[in-house]
């Protein structure tokens, strides 16, 4: 495997971990960031004794592969795993937080939802499946599960995790093990118990929400780190294959030969690069939304919040027509994140759900936050710390006929062999996601340039 030279364009984390992969299988890798610094959503900022995250705050690790790149990464003693209480989360209902159920009993005790609805979850086993079609998450829970769980349940989490409404995402796309089992076992919750079951003690993993000492950005700097080559500040701009190997252009300097080139950059962003390949071919640019989203870090003192905070953060149903989507008790989920006599809330605004919301200016945004925080977890004070990050562009929404998106990048990829489009915007966007989909593709190289 010797002299196999691979670029990586953009090091968000599934750049960074390909990256990290392929160097170890013995390729020469080199990485171009048009940033300063590497980890692209992933970004942590410290401000005295604040800790804020811009982009993602929490990793659900559920598999050994991720659990194990960590240890080898040597990031087992920065890692902080998230505090107890933040396994109670919160769904607001009629202006209140209401706690969601953690066990059956709790759940059939739960005001969360009407006996009917109770009932409805009973029914979920004996209804006919009608799966191997895309729809949207919305038609699928609605239909198994009756409107109230679509609601109260689903259009919150799947607000908090993506940034959207369950009516605008594929179901198969965004949740495929949930799709497969309605279409093996013809239920959920059948499906579910026998899934279960079918877990090898291997597989069988304990859930952990976790994130590092000093933030998530922790990671793409120990990954970055291990790599030979990244240039920072250098944003590539064109693309040229010359006798069978790939060169790049970049600050007005031409970089290569590549054997292969990574483009891990969001889909908005690649038109550019392509450019020079393609003319007008291909327009990932329009092909997948990515809405509008404001993160609101607020800190105040503890004195003048009246709820305990004590979980991980509440979710607002849209049927509750509020303009916040949701907020962590950031300072509950980890230590370090706020003085000691404080807490830090990261509060979201906007979505797919209100775009508009986001795009308004801080002094604004401030202004309803607080007004709904007074209302929901009884604030009474004004803020001693305060940032605003505006997204104008958040996480990739997984549209339905999403098959017909996949297919634009395996035909783009037919017609230039030698680029690889890896991102969140293929096979799911939450950083473990990221982390696997780059390690399969470093494999996939490998095995590639190997044969
Ligand atoms: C607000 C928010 C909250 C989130 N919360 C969570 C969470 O709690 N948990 C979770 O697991 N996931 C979360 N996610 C999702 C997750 O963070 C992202 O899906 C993931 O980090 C994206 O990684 P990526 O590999 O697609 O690359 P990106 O992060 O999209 O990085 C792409 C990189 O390409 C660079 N680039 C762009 N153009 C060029 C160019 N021409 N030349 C060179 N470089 C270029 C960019 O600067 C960037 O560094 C969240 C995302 C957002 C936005």
């Known amino acids: 495997m010797s002299n196999k030279k691979i670029a990586v364009v953009g090091s968000g984390i599934t750049g960074l971990t390909t990256a990290y992969s392929l160097k170890k299988n013995g390729f020469e890798v080199s990485v171009f960031e048009k940033n300063s610094e590497p980890g692209g959503a992933i970004k942590t900022v410290q401000n005295g004794e604040w800790l804020t995250e811009y982009g993602p705050n929490t990793l659900l690790i559920r598999d050994k592969t991720v659990a194990d790149l960590f240890t080898e990464l040597g990031l087992n003693d920065d890692m902080i795993v998230a505090n107890r209480e933040a396994s109670k989360r919160f769904i607001v209902k009629n202006g209140e937080l209401l706690s969601m159920p953690q066990s ?60 959207n409404r369950p009516e605008n995402l594929s179901l198969r796309h965004v949740f495929p093990k949930m799709a497969q089992l309605e279409e093996n076992y013809g239920s959920l919750i059948w499906g579910a118990i026998a899934a279960s079951r079918k877990k090898s003690s291997h597989e069988k993993m304990d859930r952990s929400l976790v994130s590092f000492k000093k933030g998530l950005q922790t990671l793409p ?64 640019e329009n092909e997948v939304d ?82 709904e925080l007074k209302e929901l977890i009884g604030l009474r004070g ?28 395996e035909k783009f990829e037919d017609e230039f062999l030698g680029l690889t489009m890896a991102g969140n915007f293929r096979n799911g966007i939450s950083v473990p996601d990221c982390i696997k989909n780059g390690l399969k593709l470093a494999d996939s190289l490998t095995d590639q340039f190997n044969h």
């Open 382 to 409: 004004g803020y001693q710390f305060m940032d605003h990050v505006y997204w104008p562009k958040s996480i990739p929404a997984y549209h339905l006929n999403y098959d017909n998106t996949l297919n634009l990048f």
């Open 290 to 371: 990515y809405p509008k989203l404001s993160v609101l870090h607020l800190g105040y003192k503890k004195e003048d919040i009246q709820h305990s905070l004590d979980g991980f953060g509440f979710l607002v149903p849209e049927v509750e027509n509020r303009s916040v989507l949701g907020a962590l008790f950031s300072s509950t989920l980890f230590e370090g994140r706020s003085p000691k006599e404080s807490h830090l809330l990261t509060v979201f605004v906007g979505g797919g759900r209100e775009p508009k919301l986001a795009e308004l200016d801080t002094n604004k945004l401030v202004t309803i936050v607080e007004e």
């Open 104 to 163: 059956m009993l709790e759940a059939v005790r739960s005001p969360l939802l009407t006996i009917k609805s109770k009932f409805r979850i009973l029914k979920e086993p004996f209804l006919s499946a009608n799966p191997n079609r895309d729809q949207s998450i919305a038609e699928f829970i609605e239909r198994r599960f009756g409107r109230e769980i679509l609601d109260y349940a689903v259009n919150p989490f799947v607000a908090g995790i993506f940034a």
């Open 221 to 284: 700097l120990k990954l970055a780190s291990a790599l030979d080559v990244v240039h920072y500040a250098h944003k590539v701009t064109a693309l040229e294959k010359r006798e069978e190997l790939w060169y790049l252009s970049s600050n007005n300097n031409t970089f290569g030969p590549f054997n292969h080139i990574i483009i891990n950059v969001p889909l908005y962003q690649v038109g550019e690069i392509f450019n020079s390949l393609t003319k007008n071919g291909y327009t990932f």
